[in-house]
């Protein structure tokens, strides 16, 4: 509980999948999403990108990975799996363009609508962050 499996800013050559328990990812000390999802992928974009990790994922819990130690080679040897993984990023790029749009489009009738409350359905949208995360890739 508390151990940090990823860092913002750091790198590793580990992809992580969560094989069960709860994970909080956080960016720039904002809290992200939390994730409980089985088959949640973390660190592919860094491993991939040949980057340093983009945000911190902590252990909530008590929680189980399975670790791929050379993610290329696994997709060498398990082509599924990289068809998986592309299809989470798509369906992540997908919905965060979704939600900038509504975002966007919420900003804009705010300015139109100087009445708008503050916890109109911007809160709403943020919230809706979390469902992209947890994309089942196994």
Request: net charge negative.
């Amino acid at each position: 509980k508390g151990e940090n499996i990823l860092e913002e800013g750091k790198d590793s050559p580990n992809v992580f999948i969560l094989k069960d328990g709860n994970v909080i990812v956080t960016a720039d000390g904002n809290e992200l999403c939390k994730v409980n999802t089985p088959g949640t992928i973390f660190g592919e974009i860094s491993v991939l990108l040949d980057s340093n990790h983009t945000a911190t994922v902590t252990a909530e819990e008590q929680t189980t990975f399975y670790v791929v130690d050379d993610l290329l080679s696994y997709f060498e040897n398990n082509p599924t799996s990289c068809l998986k993984v592309a299809q989470t990023l798509a369906t992540r790029v997908m919905n965060m363009n979704n939600h900038f749009l509504e975002i966007k489009h919420e900003i804009k009738q705010m300015q139109e609508d100087a009445s708008a409350s503050k916890s109109s359905g911007l809160l709403a949208l943020v919230e809706k962050m979390d469902q992209f995360w947890g994309q089942d890739i196994l």
